[in-house]
């Protein structure tokens, strides 16, 4: 008996190996045919490439596989001009697709080729609309508002449509992952108003980003354009209080550095230009130039910095401060515009830049 029972397990050990092999076979004849696939449509051989999918849908033995393969075979057909064959290949993938994500991804593909497709664009509209609607969680959903966005914005009736859309949108969409974008466009389509009072809801909508998406990708964004809507409201203090939070906010780098946010750079420089144009705080405005200078030396406003810092300190009445400021662009930046105007400065202690009615000259 245990005789029969060591065969048996013997045939079973030998049966699960057997099979181990042919499913690894199988896989890499997969991946083989795959990557000939791949290779031929990157190098615009798509009837070929076509062979090669229909073989795989055959063998494909998972719905993500299949998913895949269907997918590919919308995009040969769409470039070998067998558009509807496409869409029909691209619909299948979406209707298996393993998760909403995929899902997505294959109907903007139906929904891309009708927008620029001559007398589908109302409907490729209308399904981006659908699309967002249906998926607004998902990357997919991103890229179908900010179509939905470009085309309204494109023609003086959309423009006027945009506002109830996002207004509309923003009321569907308010607890899923499209509702910080839905929000920031609004922000957007204030700001661009010429009426003072669509300025302030945008700093409003702006400011209720930085609020209910503390941690999103817009969070910099929205402070930033709150802080230039807030310029142009000549409200300098609260810009500055704008500014001064981006330069806070320096997000935890890959490696546990500290990374600076992508408008750091940018924040620094108009907290000094504010200080020293609008506030007319001129220690202050020095100590932020010192403070840029120090930083951002490799800065191609670099050399505006130290200029600036010449300036103020001529205007306070340091010569002697605003010549080391001018010497060291000589030396450091021997080929910037601002050296022409060095020599001047210091004999008149007047920018020469600016012209009799207060604008800047041209270089």
Known sequence: MS???????????????VG????????????SRWLEAERAHVHGEDAVALVHLEALDAAAESQRDRHEVLVRRGDCLTAIGRARSAMTSWFRSGRIAPDRNAAARSYLRVVRWMSVEPGMELKGLQGMIRLL???????AGKRALDHVVAVFQGTAQGQRWLRAFLAGRWRMHRKTGLAKFIAYEQGRLFARSADRPDWERAVRTMADIERLFPRSAL???????????????????????????????????????????AYY???????????????????????ALKYFVREFAFSRRFDDALYELAVVRVGMGRSEAALDALSRLAVERPESRFNRYAARLMETGVD????????EETP
């Open 265 to 287: 750079h940018r924040s620094q420089w108009r907290v000094a230009q504010v200080l020293q144009h609008d506030l007319r705080e001129f220690e202050l405005a020095e100590l």
């Open 133 to 139: 609607d249906a998926f607004p969680d998902t990357r």
């Open 219 to 261: 969070w910099d964004d929205a402070v930033y354009a709150r802080s230039e809507l807030l310029h142009r409201l000549g409200r300098y203090e609260e810009e500055l209080d704008a500014l001064r939070l981006i330069l806070k906010h320096r997000r935890r780098g890959l490696f546990g550095d500290v990374a600076e946010t």
């Open 20 to 31: 181990g092999c042919s499913s690894s076979a199988r896989l890499e004849a997969w991946n």
């Open 352 to 359: 020469p830049r600016r012209a009799r009615d207060g604008e």
């Open 3 to 17: 005789g029969t029972f060591r065969h048996l397990l013997l045939l079973a050990l030998l049966g699960a190996f």
